[in-house]
């Protein structure tokens, strides 16, 4: 989004929920104060750093994690009517004469049900709208086996994985690593599904900032905010994007941009 922004390009930011499912970071709301008010509020403060020009919410209610109750309440983004939801957005995308839509990849990076159903709706949304581009975000699976791997050859256990799996005394467990390996299966997409690999080095910065904005969501000592600058540009410093009916053959190059530079 600060890419496109500082190239002039209007980016504009929609938001299906308003993550009120969320454990809050301890402390940082007052007392009395709603969650869903904080997200909103940080939401606005990080699409600013980034240079984000209009922010809108869908207005569903946040789903939680797979296979909770809370999947089910009435009105969460994942019980929606997939058409109903993406003609909300559609209007947007009308409103704004979008050429580009950037959503989750099918799988929602990780599993989230709100995520895998932001692919859904925007696929469906972009079709009614004739929004000519979409772009699905992902995480390049094979990346980050490779970074696992030449951590574990240095001695070191990756900050990933001491989050993912709450390390905290057997920080050399051989079975941790053997199964946060095993998951990445389940983790974003293979190399040879992606399409575009943007280089956003130089923004790493602003994107720490836009995370810190976050305050409800991400503690000053999480793992994403403590990495040392070269840790964090390695996981950070690449965005890696699909675009929809653009297969890329295995060994092809990664394009670099979503947008010409024209």
Do not use: C
């Not at 496109?4 to 930011?13: K, P």
């Not at 209009?54 to 058409?83: H, I, K, Q």
């Not at 305050?215 to 905010?225: K, M």
């Not at 996981?235 to 890696?240: N, P, R, V």
């Amino acid at each position: 989004m600060a890419r496109a922004a500082a190239a002039g390009i209007r980016v504009v930011l929609v938001v299906a929920t308003r993550g009120e499912r969320g454990e809050p970071t301890p402390g940082v709301l007052a007392e009395g104060e709603p969650l869903w008010e904080r997200r909103i509020s940080e939401s606005y403060a990080s699409a600013k750093i980034l240079g984000v020009q209009r922010v809108e919410f869908l207005g569903y209610v946040d789903s939680g994690m797979m296979g909770e109750t809370s999947n089910e309440s009435p009105y969460s983004f994942w019980t929606a009517d997939v058409d109903a939801a993406a003609g909300r957005l559609a209007s947007i995308l009308r409103e704004e004469d979008a050429q580009i839509l950037t959503i989750y990849d099918n799988n929602g990076g990780y599993g989230h049900p709100d995520h895998i159903m932001v692919h859904r709706v925007g696929l469906r949304a972009a079709e009614m709208a004739g929004t000519p581009r979409v772009f699905e975000t992902t995480m390049n699976r094979d990346h980050f086996e490779r970074m696992l791997a030449k951590f574990t050859e240095a001695g070191e256990i990756p900050p990933a994985l001491e989050a993912a799996l709450e390390v905290a005394e057997d920080e050399t467990s051989t079975g941790a690593q053997e199964e946060f390996v095993a998951s990445l299966d389940e983790f974003g997409k293979p190399e040879s599904e992606i399409t575009h690999a943007v280089n956003v080095a130089d923004l790493v910065g602003l994107k720490r900032e836009a995370m810190l904005a976050h305050r409800s969501q991400i503690a000053d000592d999480s793992w994403f905010l403590t990495m040392d600058p070269d840790s964090f540009a390695s996981a950070f410093g690449t965005e890696w994007f699909i675009e929809t009916g653009v297969p890329r053959a295995e060994g092809d190059p990664f394009s670099d941009a979503l947008w010409s530079a024209e």
